[in-house]
C-alpha cells in the first residue's frame, strides 16, 4: 500500500507539475495516509476501492480483496480517520468482506457494491475540497503507483498497477465536477489516460510504458494549467 507524504514539486521534474503552493501532497510506501489532507485520503481510499469493485465484478475475487479491505482493516484504519463525522460508514464495507471470504458472486450482492460506493461517494460530497488539486494529487499518485507496477516492461507489481487504474477511476469522477469548459477540455485527455490499462485492472503481457503514462499524465496537468511552462 501506498503512503503520503509532502515534498517540494523540485523533486518530481518528470511531472513538471506546478502548483499554487510550494509542496505537492501525494502517496509512499514510506510515510503514513493520515498525512494527507481529508480530502486526499478519501480519494486514495475511494482509488483502491474503485479497483477492488472494478475487479470482484470481473469475478477476480482474489485480486478484488486487499483493495476493498482498506476502508474496515485495522492495517488501513489511518486513512479512513475522522472521516466517520462526515458519513462514513465502514458497515457495508465489512458485508463486502464477508461475501468475498465466502466467495460469493458480485451478482448476487450488486447492491451492497453500490451502497459501499454511493458510501464513498456521499462522503467525498460532505467533505468538498478543490476538484483540480484532488486530481493533481491523484495524477502524481499515478505515477509513484505505475513505476512500482512496470518495470523491464513487465507488470512487476500487480497490486501497485492495480491501485493506479482506481486512482484514474477517481480523476475520471473528479473531472467531472469541473467546469464544464475545463471539463470538455480534458475529455480527450481523460479518455487517453483510461485506455493505458489495456485491460482495465487485469494484467497484461505487454503494459503500457511508464514513459507513455507520464506523458498521459502531463497533457491533462497541462489542460488543468498546473504544468510548468516550456
Not at 479518455?191 to 507520464?214: C, H, I, K, R, Y
Amino acid at each position: 500500500m501506498a503512503h503520503s507524504f509532502y515534498r517540494s514539486i523540485i523533486f518530481i521534474p518528470f511531472l513538471l507539475l506546478c502548483v499554487t503552493t510550494s509542496k505537492v501532497v501525494t502517496a509512499n510506501e514510506t510515510h503514513e495516509t493520515n498525512d494527507l489532507p481529508l480530502a486526499f485520503r478519501l480519494a486514495f481510499m475511494t482509488g483502491h476501492v474503485k479497483a477492488g469493485l472494478a475487479l470482484y465484478r470481473l469475478g477476480e475475487l482474489d485480486m478484488a480483496a486487499p483493495h476493498l479491505l482498506h476502508p474496515v482493516s485495522e492495517t488501513h484504519k489511518l486513512e479512513r480517520m475522522g472521516l466517520e463525522k462526515f458519513g462514513f460508514n465502514s458497515a457495508p464495507f465489512i458485508k463486502v468482506s464477508e461475501a468475498l471470504k465466502s466467495q460469493e458472486a458480485a451478482s448476487e450482492i450488486e447492491s451492497l457494491l453500490q451502497k459501499s460506493d454511493a458510501n464513498l461517494y456521499y462522503v467525498s460530497q460532505q467533505i468538498g475540497g478543490n476538484s483540480s488539486d484532488i486530481i493533481n494529487f491523484l495524477l502524481d499518485t499515478i505515477i509513484d503507483e505505475y513505476s512500482i507496477a512496470v518495470t523491464g516492461g513487465k507488470i512487476t507489481d500487480l497490486g501497485e498497477y492495480q491501485d493506479a487504474y482506481g486512482f484514474q477511476v477517481v480523476v475520471q469522477s473528479q473531472a467531472a465536477t469541473l467546469s464544464d469548459n475545463k471539463r470538455d477540455s480534458l475529455a480527450p485527455a481523460l479518455a487517453d489516460l483510461e485506455a493505458l490499462w489495456l485491460d482495465g485492472p487485469l494484467p497484461v503481457q505487454n503494459p503500457t510504458s511508464v514513459d507513455d503514462m507520464v506523458a498521459a499524465v502531463q497533457a491533462i496537468a497541462q489542460r488543468l494549467g498546473t504544468q510548468k511552462p516550456n
